[in-house]
Each structure stands twice: as structure tokens, then as C-alpha cells.
């Protein structure tokens, strides 16, 4: 059972759907598939504008990076990802302001509004709406309201690749939202997309930026129904089937089942004593901070075939994560807080009284 925050599996139909013959991708019927996919996309943003790009969910990051920045960036770190939105910045000599946090405190929009007041030159603001290193929900629509309300040419680039597909996102203020394929769009790695304002259009064509990742000749050729360079064909083919089967299901039903989902689950976990470790979390995952990490993953995985991910840098064996992201099915959610009560009792730090499935029980099914 894979329960991690990313990669997350790929349903049986949507390999179905990807198990075709390579097709060519400048005909009219990989064409026809692209049109549907780009609306799917763009309703799935619910933005002006939308593109697909054959590369992992750092491309685009770093696209967005290059082109919505002419000045200089402020950036939001409160761990990997957000620390990665800097990295960029780094590589390209491109000016940065870092608001620095621990992995479980979300971005202070006091701030923010401090940074912009130093920095009149700060035109894009950088930030995740979920921080996957700590399954940390930052308040991104505050952040980009009060943005916004000081500078109506900044841009606001949030990186929802944990956020998209899992939660109703205000995008009201928000100029750039990053997804990828591997997370809550249950695709395998490879392709990444960026949602557009018509602003931020209008800024990438006003001063275009690099070649690959050049998107103002991306966003060009996608209105054209076509891509630059080779398009991810397969991975395209599979975006549409699944686009089209959480349209079919409701976007609002997918929303709530994953809140429900995660909110049974952070319940169960605090009703057996552990901790949950970021101070807003995420619905994307469950995060917990535990002493027995280490221990509690391996009896997951060894002997009760439930696979989650632990932390990563100075959280390493420190936390472990849980994912509720795309089609989790009931018993699999419901399985991995018993197995994690399971584990507890083979530790010795508690003993098994079937507590995490009840309240589990209790809050997804209301019984
Ligand atoms: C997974 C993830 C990414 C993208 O990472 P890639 O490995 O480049 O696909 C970016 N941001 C967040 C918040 C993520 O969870």
C-alpha cells in the first residue's frame, strides 16, 4: 500500500488509458487530446490560462522563477520547497529576500507586509500553499490579499503541487499555480503545470525569459493546442483521463472526501497519543512528530504492507507522513492508523485497544 505524499499510485484506468501506442504529437488527434486537456486544466485552476510542461514539478517552479521576476523575489522557506524557490533564485543571480521558518510554522503575514514595505522593488512573492517537508498549510490567499493591496504588479506564485487537486483554492489574488503530475493528480512523474492570471501573461510576454522554459513561447504554441518542444504524450493522455474522471466524481465531492479523510486520520493519531507536527496543517498529509519514527515505518512497511514516508534533513526519523491525496480508497486510509496502533503496541508504548479505527470510524463514516 503506497501512502506516501508523492509519488501516490496511479489508478488502474488511467494506466489503462496511457497503455496505448506512442502517438505522434504534431497530428490532429494527439491535437484533439491536448484541447481537452488544457480545458480540463484550466477549470481544474480555475485561472485564465494554463500550460503543461514536460519536466517534474521543479521546472516549473523554476520557470516561474525566470519569468515573473524582474527585480526581485521574496521567498518563503519553511522547508525543502520553499528553500527551493531561493535555490532558483540563487542560480540566476536573481535578488531574493528569504522569510525563514521551522518546518512546522507557517508564514507570518506581518512578515510579509514588513518585507514589502523594506523592498519596494519586490515584484513576485514566492510561497507553497502546502509545505510537503512538514505537511505545513501556509495562509497563502491572506498573504497574496495583503500583497495585492500594497502592489497590484506583484506577483503571487504559489506552488500548490500538495494543494491542487486536494483543496478549493481562492485564486482571486494568485498569479502563477504550480501542479505536477506525481502528487494528488495520481500520474506518474514527468509533467508539470503552471495556472496563469491574465496579468501574469501579460508580464512573461512583456519580457520573456530562456529557452526550454521559455513561457511566453509555451503559453504561444498551448493556445495552438500544441507544445514547443516533444510534448509528454503519454503523460498528457493520462492527465485527460484522470481530469476527466475527477470532473465526472465532482471536484467539490474529491475536496471534501480528502478533508474528511484527513481529518479522521490527524484524529485517530491524536486520540493514541501521538502529535501532530505542524501548528496549521495541511489536508494533503498527515504529519506526525514522533521519537519512534523510525520504528513505527519500518512495522508498517515489514509487516503490515503500508508504506509512508519519514522526514527529510534535520526531521529525518524525526516525523513521518501520511498521505491523503487523490483516490485513497476508505479501507486503505482506515487501515494505516490501525496498523500505526498496531505498531505502538509492538513497541510497548501503548497498548492496542482498537481506539484509532473507532475514531477513524467515528468522524469519516459518522457512525
Ligand atoms: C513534490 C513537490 C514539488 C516538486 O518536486 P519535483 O520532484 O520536482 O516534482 C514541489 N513542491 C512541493 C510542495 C512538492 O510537494
Not at 480555475?46 to 524582474?70: I, K, P, Q, R
Not at 506518474?188 to 492570471?197: E, Q, R, T, V
Not at 498551448?222 to 503523460?235: C, F, G, M, S, V
Request: aromatic share 6%.
Amino acid at each position: 500500500m503506497l501512502l506516501t505524499p508523492g509519488p501516490t499510485p496511479v489508478p488502474e484506468f488511467v494506466r489503462v488509458a496511457m497503455s496505448g501506442e506512442t502517438i505522434h504529437h504534431r497530428t490532429p488527434e494527439f491535437e484533439a487530446i491536448f484541447a481537452k486537456t488544457r480545458e480540463l486544466l484550466i477549470e481544474l485552476f480555475g485561472m485564465d490560462e494554463a500550460v503543461m510542461l514536460a519536466s517534474s514539478g521543479t521546472g516549473a517552479m523554476e520557470a516561474c522563477v525566470t519569468n515573473l521576476t524582474h527585480k526581485k523575489a521574496l521567498t518563503v522557506n519553511s522547508g525543502k520547497f520553499g528553500e527551493r524557490f531561493g535555490k532558483i533564485c540563487d542560480a540566476y543571480n536573481i535578488p531574493k529576500v528569504e522569510l525563514k521558518y521551522e518546518w512546522d510554522t507557517p508564514c507570518d503575514i506581518n512578515d510579509v507586509k514588513k518585507a514589502l514595505e523594506d523592498n519596494s522593488d519586490i515584484d513576485a512573492i514566492f510561497i507553497q500553499i502546502c509545505e510537503s517537508a512538514g505537511g505545513l498549510r501556509h495562509p497563502v490567499e491572506e498573504i497574496a490579499k495583503l500583497a495585492k493591496s500594497k502592489n497590484p504588479n506583484i506577483m503571487i506564485v504559489a506552488d500548490g503541487i500538495t494543494a491542487i487537486g486536494v483543496e478549493k483554492i481562492d485564486v482571486t489574488n494568485l498569479d502563477a499555480v504550480i501542479t505536477g503530475s506525481q502528487k494528488a493528480l495520481m500520474l506518474p512523474p514527468g509533467l508539470a503545470m503552471i495556472g496563469l492570471s491574465k496579468a501574469a501573461v501579460a508580464k512573461i510576454e512583456a519580457k520573456p525569459f530562456g529557452y526550454y522554459l521559455n513561457l511566453k513561447t509555451e503559453i504561444k504554441k498551448q493556445r495552438e493546442n500544441t507544445t514547443a518542444w516533444t510534448a509528454a504524450t503519454t503523460l498528457t493522455i493520462g492527465l485527460k483521463a484522470i481530469l476527466e474522471h475527477i470532473k465526472a466524481t465532482g471536484y467539490d465531492k474529491l475536496y471534501a472526501n480528502t478533508a474528511s479523510r484527513a481529518k479522521a486520520t490527524r484524529e485517530a493519531l491524536k486520540a493514541i497519543g501521538l502529535d501532530i507536527y505542524p501548528k496549521t496543517p495541511a489536508d494533503s498529509m498527515t504529519t506526525i512528530i514522533s521519537e519512534h519514527t523510525s520504528k513505527i515505518r519500518k512495522i508498517l512497511k515489514e509487516e503490515f504492507d503500508v508504506n509512508i514516508a519519514g522526514g527529510q534533513d534535520h526531521l529525518k526519523g524525526k516525523i513521518f507522513r501520511i498521505n491523503h491525496m487523490g483516490l485513497v480508497a476508505d479501507y486503505e486510509a482506515a487501515w494505516a492508523v490501525n496498523a500505526v496502533e498496531l505498531a505502538l503496541d509492538k513497541i510497548g508504548v501503548r497498548k492496542f485497544d482498537g481506539t484509532a479505527n473507532q475514531i477513524f470510524n467515528k468522524i469519516y463514516f459518522g457512525v
